[in-house]
């Protein structure tokens, strides 16, 4: 069974409390079992992971390519601020689809720019937790398109 990695950035440990009328009342753990169900539906095992920290991400993303045949990754915060993260991506083999709750072309300025989009093959933001569940039908998409 093909597996798929979930990447969740800092302080969405806090979904479903944080800044509601932006991000909902949803949280993590919900969004994760409903990833999890939808791609074992699939035929895709689906692992998640969250951190605060840029460099467990780092790590996570080298590991990744070992274990997993893509990810989709929501770096939050970091998506506007981190080039470790957008050079993690960049020097690992599989492909990313980059994921937001919000529409962050809707929002402030600042993040409106992604560094990490361009070295993934896509961005899906604006469909609150529905975003994860496309994430992982382009990813399988993509994945199955270049089995």
């Not at 996570?60 to 991506?89: C, E, F, M, W």
């Not at 809707?106 to 994860?132: D, K």
Request: net charge negative; glycine share 8%; with cysteine.
């Amino acid at each position: 069974m093909p597996k798929i990695l979930i990447i969740n950035g800092p302080n969405l440990n806090l979904l479903g409390t944080r800044e509601r009328s932006v991000y909902g009342d949803t949280s993590l753990e919900t969004i994760n079992r409903n990833a999890i169900e939808h791609g074992t539906g699939l035929g895709y095992e689906i692992a998640t992971f969250q951190s605060n920290s840029e460099g467990e991400i780092v790590d996570t993303i080298h590991k990744a390519s070992l274990q997993y045949a893509g990810v989709v990754i929501n770096p939050a915060a970091y998506t506007h601020t981190s080039v470790a993260i957008r050079d993690a991506i960049a020097a690992v083999d599989i492909p990313f689809v980059e994921v937001h709750l919000s529409n962050i072309h809707n929002r402030e300025e600042f993040r409106r720019t992604s560094l990490t989009a361009p070295v993934c093959v896509g961005q899906i933001s604006g469909f609150g937790p529905t975003s994860y569940i496309l994430g992982i039908d382009a990813l399988r998409s993509i994945i199955e398109k270049n089995s």
